[in-house]
């Protein structure tokens, strides 16, 4: 099983360049597992399992959404 793992994927891409790469991410989605990392909370635009990590009052917390 192949994984792919992006950080901040989208970080300095314009609106367009946001679409193309979620267009690329959502095809390589179909022969591997894809793990975005980012600070951008519209991500659930992408109709996947999200895993949200804060920190609050100096304690890590991980939500599942």
Same mark, same amino acid.
Request: aromatic share 10%.
């Given at each position: =099983?192949? @994984?792919? !793992?992006? %950080? #901040?994927?989208?970080?300095? &891409?314009? #609106?367009?360049?946001?679409? %193309? +790469? =979620?267009?690329?991410?959502? #095809?390589?989605?179909?022969?591997?597992? $894809?793990? &975005?990392?980012? /600070?951008? #909370?519209? +991500? %659930? &635009? +992408?109709?996947?399992? !999200?895993? %949200? @990590?804060? *920190? @609050? *009052?100096?304690?890590? /917390? $991980?939500?599942?959404?």
């Amino acid at each position: =099983y192949n @994984i792919l !793992i992006f %950080d #901040e994927a989208f970080e300095n &891409l314009d #609106e367009e360049g946001v679409y %193309d +790469m =979620y267009d690329l991410l959502k #095809e390589a989605a179909k022969n591997c597992g $894809v793990y &975005l990392i980012t /600070h951008n #909370e519209n +991500m %659930d &635009l +992408m109709n996947t399992n !999200i895993i %949200d @990590i804060q *920190k @609050i *009052k100096n304690l890590t /917390h $991980v939500i599942t959404c």
